[in-house]
């Protein structure tokens, strides 16, 4: 098999169709690279790409989809819940097979100093890619109270913002939704099940709230599935909205799902609102798809 990376790219927009066509277009644009999934939310405003291709067309792929955010997307026009520092807001790396996080964490430097060079928007290393351990966790480099320098380049783009570059494992992000407008019991549930709180390992999460929808969310990065099983992570927040009232309105995935995690949820009921549609989501079964085009 050759060696085969993905990225899982989130920029500032999730409304504008337009915006959203031109991101994609752009991700999809380099041979040997495809554009396995978009997902965008009009709450968070917010959309993520999903590229998997041999590692230099991902890197194109991903480094062209910057450029047109930065073309694009005015950050100090955004309105959004979900947090962010750029109009391309976080690119990061994943090995997948034959492929390495120290290759990964390569391609994140070399697209972070292009980002500079050609883009002239500043760049942030992170995770495996990190130059400093205290600056490799996303919450800090995005924390209000962090003053430290881009990685490449300096202060902010004047419409761009900045970018955070890196390299990671494969993680599940999904949303599990509250029947509820209350976005303090969302803050309370995320901080209880985020191991920051002393929650579960391996497990980061947010409150954020719908307008759209009348609900709020507990939004998830689960960064290690096989520390922390999905249906672990479900069953905590639901033991935690009970104790406060609230009842599960349904879950959502956001960008792909590697079919191992899935596959150790099976026979739970994780209230996902595509119901059995969630397989079609599996990272596997999507490179399969391209592979026999």
Not at 37 to 59: E, F, K, M, Q, Y
Not at 126 to 135: I, V
Not at 218 to 237: A, C, G, H, K, Y
Not at 275 to 283: C, Q
Request: aromatic share 6%.
């Amino acid at each position: 098999m050759p060696s085969l990376i993905e990225c899982v790219a989130n920029f500032s927009e999730g409304r504008d169709i337009e915006t959203i066509e031109a991101l994609a277009d752009a991700a999809d644009s380099v041979d040997g690279a495809a554009l396995l999934d978009r997902t965008s939310d009009v709450d968070h405003n917010r959309t993520v790409l999903t590229i998997a291709g041999n590692p230099a067309a991902v890197a194109e792929a991903a480094f062209r989809a910057v450029g047109m955010a930065v073309a694009r997307i005015i950050l100090p026009a955004h309105e959004g819940v979900h947090p962010r520092i750029g109009a391309a807001d976080v690119v990061p790396f994943v090995p997948l097979a034959n492929s390495s996080m120290e290759e990964c964490a390569r391609i994140a430097t070399d697209v972070a100093a292009r980002c500079w060079d050609e883009l002239r928007l500043p760049a942030f290393l992170y995770e495996a890619a990190a130059r400093n351990a205290s600056r490799a966790r996303l919450e800090v480099l995005r924390s209000t109270k962090f003053r430290g320098a881009p990685d490449f380049g300096d202060g902010r783009h004047a419409t761009a913002g900045a970018v955070i570059v890196g390299a990671r494992k494969v993680l599940v992000a999904w949303n599990i939704n509250l029947d509820s407008q209350d976005l303090q019991v969302a803050r309370e549930i995320a901080r209880a099940v985020r191991e920051s709180g002393g929650g579960l390992q391996c497990v980061k999460a947010l409150g954020l709230e719908l307008r759209s929808r009348r609900q709020v969310q507990v939004s998830i990065n689960l960064t290690d599935f096989e520390v922390t099983p999905i249906q672990v992570v479900f069953e905590r927040v639901r033991e935690e909205a009970r104790r406060r009232s609230v009842a599960i309105a349904g879950s959502e995935l956001i960008g792909l799902i590697p079919h191992r995690a899935l596959e150790a949820a099976r026979g739970f009921d994780l209230r996902w609102l595509v119901g059995e549609r969630i397989w079609d989501f599996v990272l596997e079964g999507r490179i399969r798809r391209l592979e026999t085009k």
